[in-house]
């Protein structure tokens, strides 16, 4: 029940914050340099810490290293984790700093502090990390961003100097992880009776097996809020705003 508020709640932000456009790019964003330390520059990622193509880690938007701890308990909501400090849904790579296991998953908001570790871990997260029920552990929990495209972005400044006030960076919406192409093929279909658009995003060669099924693109935040809703009147709660 506690997984289960923790990612209606998370949504709640989503849609009121919609992580607004601070993905797109490896500049300041939401939560400014919060639990982290000074890091020259965002970093790549190692090939198997990686399930999205280009992502860096963006310590200066969202970085701590704490105990965390899984109790046992089957939760909804798939690969996130949790933590007191947050303000809106970010994706993050989370790492087991002692056995180096690492993950790429959600982070929201832990509405709910109790005595032990402030991280809280997903059920889901906990298997791809090694957490075992019940142990608190030292994670280590980084923002991730995707850098933009250097001729991309002067095609949009030239576009934007034509017409278009501001251009929407997040125009996907990431509906479910999932470990298996089946299980990805099968949420997309899911997806498109009801008629919804529906991509599924396939692990890296070389990465972990995790497969990202994403709805879109939309051209405007109305119809992005539109979509975040109906995916998540499909039962998808924890679905959010993503780049790509």
């Given at each position: ?88 849904p970010e994706r993050v790579i ?10 790429v998953g959600a982070l929201f ?136």
């Open positions: 029940m506690q997984g289960y508020r923790i990612a209606r709640m998370a949504i709640l932000l989503a849609m009121t914050g919609v992580l607004a456009g601070c993905q797109g790019g490896a500049g300041a964003g939401l939560f400014g340099s919060k639990g982290g330390t000074d890091v020259a520059g965002p970093q790549t990622l190692p090939r198997e810490a990686r399930d999205a193509g280009e992502d860096v880690e963006a310590p200066e938007v969202f970085h701590a290293e704490e105990t965390g701890l899984w109790d046992g308990r089957p939760s909804l909501g798939g690969i996130w984790i949790a933590h007191p400090d947050v303000t809106d989370i790492r087991n700093t002692a056995t180096g296991q690492s993950v908001r832990r509405e709910r502090e109790s005595p032990g570790p402030r991280f809280q871990v997903s059920s889901d997260a906990a298997a791809q990390i090694g957490l075992l029920a019940g142990q608190p552990t030292e994670l280590s929990v980084t923002a991730l961003r995707r850098p933009p495209d250097p001729q991309t972005a002067a095609t949009a400044q030239d576009d934007d100097a034509e017409a278009a006030p501001t251009a929407l960076t997040r125009r996907f919406v990431q509906v479910a992880t999932v470990d298996s192409a089946d299980g990805a093929k099968q949420t997309a279909a899911r997806l498109t009776r009801a008629g919804l658009s529906a991509e599924i995003r396939a692990p890296d060669p070389g990465g972990r097996a995790l497969w990202r099924v994403v709805s879109g693109p939309v051209k405007t935040e109305d119809d992005r809020a539109a979509l975040i809703e109906a995916v998540r009147g499909l039962g998808f709660k924890d679905a959010y705003a993503v780049t790509r």
